[in-house]
């Protein structure tokens, strides 16, 4: 399902499945919750797919490993070395998140590489074959996103674009034209990883998003708990949980365990 | 009439050149990498930096470097072998060329704080040296198993004042110690410079360094010319790592008749076995599954240690102006041998590739008996003898 609305420079914008949902919860006054998993992390992960679904997450990120991941820190380093050596390939995980039948939207996580050596239409055609509602590539910049972005738009990918607190103002506007899905802003100078503070740039780089667009805004990288999640979400729309979900996999959290920790973080964000 | 464009002239505005480079990062990194491009061109534009770099070159570097011709080796090859002396640079390699001029960008920009991947150690104490010369900060990425086998460069860049992080992930060698750079680099932006040390990376990255390391290529063809009555060696051989002496000396033959050889570690030969891809902010040749998961190299040689090759390099073999050879771990042992017993150099392991593929290339006569051989001799050996010592035992 996709709606046709007016955008003020584009004549038509096609709003997807992610968007859709997110602006809908948003609308009902809810804040958004996407949890990140590491696609093919440990024989149960498309069961915490599921789980992190039940549990309340209003999409879900699904990280496609890569051997050379420079946007993360430790936890997902860990993780994503773990799935490879577990034979995790971008075909398995794919796979996985057909065969994870869930309702509410996935966004693969992933580098270029993985993308430019399927090509860029091939890929953009096995992720929509495969259920995926969106796709997050940290390492291709509004500049070199062009190719991908024409494959993923005719394919019905949306592409979530990040937005950093290096990121002017004027060029933040021009990412949240580009952008679909979301608009995600980066809450910190660095990578992934829990941080004990919620830094300031969070709050900072939230605003300056939500002044430039109407797209939702969601903070990821170093938000780590429920009470730095319920900080942000005072001027954010939502919330993007990583390492702190990966960090509770990797020490043996399971479905369950995943799933109690996002409907702890839901519970907060409700309340 | 339009004159034909240099093979190695500069690239275009997405910074590429034919279909490779490109300026892939994270969106934290962009405004950096546009900062550093405009910093750059300003600069070497501008004659009093172009000036001070000079003399900095000449007072704290030693150059010129010299070329050296090499009788007894020549006899024995039967080829007539000059090298191009960065071995006698300050700091023991080309990598003081780069460094001098990428910290004086650094301090124009105000940027206090220089980071560095290295892979042998060469480019690592040469930004130590850089950064102690100029009063800044030094933190040096190196993995694991290069700072095992290149401890004496790890002591020397503590000396220097710089901070060593070995780097435990991946394969712990120069990739992943160019992945933990660019992680401290996302993080520390706003105060650092993140100071490559080859023709690699996001752009302005790989051009700035070609043109920071071009004057080996510009001198030693002034040399060259000036020893041979004007003539011009008939073939230009250089180590290819990530590619930085290769470029800088190729920069300076490209308009002539040369032919222009880079040669690769077999274990990390990009231009022969890898395929395109985007890998460390650049798109170009890299060692990588069917999958698009990147591939560890396999070489004695830290410093040419890498999976991939500077954009520039994949555009150049693909216009077949410059051709890329690969030669094995027990050739450039041998070479390494040849060079001290015939000339009395010890070369670094790296540009004893480049000697390693013109013996072979002698030998099986692909080089005519005669011809005249150019070799960027771009370290010198002392960091590698244990390591030889400990190979030959």
């Not at chain 1, 738009?153 to 979530?160: K, L, Q, R």
């Not at chain 2, 470097?65 to 090499?70: G, L, N, R, V």
């Not at chain 2, 000396?159 to 992943?176: F, M």
């Not at chain 2, 230009?236 to 308009?255: K, L, M, R, Y």
Request: aromatic share 4%.
């Amino acid at each position: 399902m996709s709606v046709q609305v007016p955008h003020n420079d584009a004549p038509v914008r096609t709003v997807g499945r992610l968007e859709s949902a997110l602006r809908a919860q948003r609308a009902a006054g809810r804040k958004l919750l996407v949890p990140y998993v590491t696609g093919g992390l440990g024989a149960d992960w498309v069961d915490i797919v599921r789980a992190l679904a039940v549990a309340g997450a209003d999409g879900i990120e699904v990280g496609i490993p890569f051997s050379d991941p420079v946007m993360d820190g430790e936890v997902i380093q860990a993780a994503s070395q773990r799935a490879l050596t577990q034979g995790a390939t971008p075909r398995s995980v794919l796979s996985g998140i057909a065969s994870a039948e869930v309702d509410t939207p996935i966004a693969v996580m992933t580098y270029y590489n993985l993308i430019a050596r399927a090509g860029d239409k091939r890929m953009a055609a096995e992720l929509a074959r495969s259920g995926v509602a969106a796709a997050i590539l940290p390492d291709l910049p509004l500049e070199e996103a062009g190719p991908w972005c024409a494959e993923a738009d005719a394919a019905g990918i949306e592409t979530v674009m990040l937005a950093a607190p290096t990121t002017p103002d004027a060029r933040l506007a021009r990412l949240a034209e580009r952008g679909r899905g979301f608009l995600y802003a980066v809450g910190l100078l660095g990578v992934t990883g829990e941080r004990s503070q919620l830094a300031e740039s969070a709050l900072a780089i939230a605003r300056r998003c939500k002044q430039v667009t109407d797209l939702p805004v969601l903070v990821g990288v170093g938000v780590s708990n429920a009470s730095q999640a319920k900080a942000i979400c005072e001027v954010a729309d939502g919330v993007v949980i990583g390492s702190a979900l990966v960090r509770r996999i990797l020490e043996g959290a399971g479905p369950d365990g995943a799933g109690e920790f996002i409907a702890e973080l839901r519970q907060a964000l409700d309340t | 009439m339009v004159a034909a464009p240099s093979p190695m002239g500069a690239p275009d505005a997405s910074g590429r050149f034919g279909s490779f480079g490109g300026r892939f990062v994270p969106e934290s990194l962009v405004p950096a990498c546009m900062e550093l491009e405009t910093a750059f061109s300003e600069a070497w534009a501008d004659a009093a930096f172009r000036a001070r770099l000079s003399s900095l070159l000449a007072s704290y570097a030693g150059r010129p470097t010299p070329i050296t011709e090499c009788p007894r080796l020549s006899a024995e090859l039967g080829l007539d072998i000059v090298l191009k002396r960065e071995d006698l640079a300050h700091t023991g390699s080309h990598k003081i060329n780069n460094v001098l001029g990428q910290a004086l960008l650094a301090e124009r920009m105000g940027k206090r704080r220089l980071i560095a991947e290295t892979g042998a150690g060469q480019h690592g104490v040469a930004t130590a040296t850089a950064a102690a010369y100029f009063g800044m900060q030094c933190a040096v990425f190196m993995g694991e198993v290069d700072v095992e086998r290149q401890a004496l460069n790890v002591f020397r860049m503590q000396l220097l004042g710089a901070t060593v992080h070995p780097v435990r992930s991946g394969s712990r060698t120069l990739k992943d110690a160019v992945n933990e750079a660019l992680r401290d680099w996302v993080a520390s932006v706003e105060t650092t410079h993140y100071c490559i040390g080859s023709v690699m990376g996001p752009h302005p990255y790989p051009f700035l360094v070609r043109e920071l390391q071009r004057v080996v290529g510009d001198e030693a063809r002034e040399q060259y010319r000036e020893r041979y009555e004007g003539a011009d060696p008939d073939v230009v051989v250089a180590c290819v790592g990530g590619g930085s002496n290769a470029a800088g000396t190729f920069a300076g033959f490209a308009e002539t008749a040369a032919r222009l050889v880079g040669v690769e570690a077999a274990g990390g030969s990009a231009v022969g076995h890898g395929v395109p891809g985007i890998v460390h902010g650049m798109r170009s040749l890299f060692l990588q599954d069917e999958e698009g998961q990147v591939l560890e190299a396999e070489s004695i040689s830290a410093g040419l240690d890498y999976p991939g090759i500077g954009p520039e390099h994949a555009h150049l073999a693909e216009l077949g102006r410059a051709s890329y050879e690969a030669v094995g771990d027990a050739e450039v042992l041998a070479a390494f041998q040849v060079l001290a017993r015939t000339e009395g150099i010890l070369p670094a392991l790296e540009p004893a590739h480049a000697l390693a593929w013109v013996i072979r290339a002698a030998r099986d006569k692909t080089l005519a008996p005669g011809t005249k051989v150019l070799l960027t001799m771009s370290g010198r050996g002392d960091k590698d003898v244990a390591q030889v010592k400990e190979m030959l035992a």
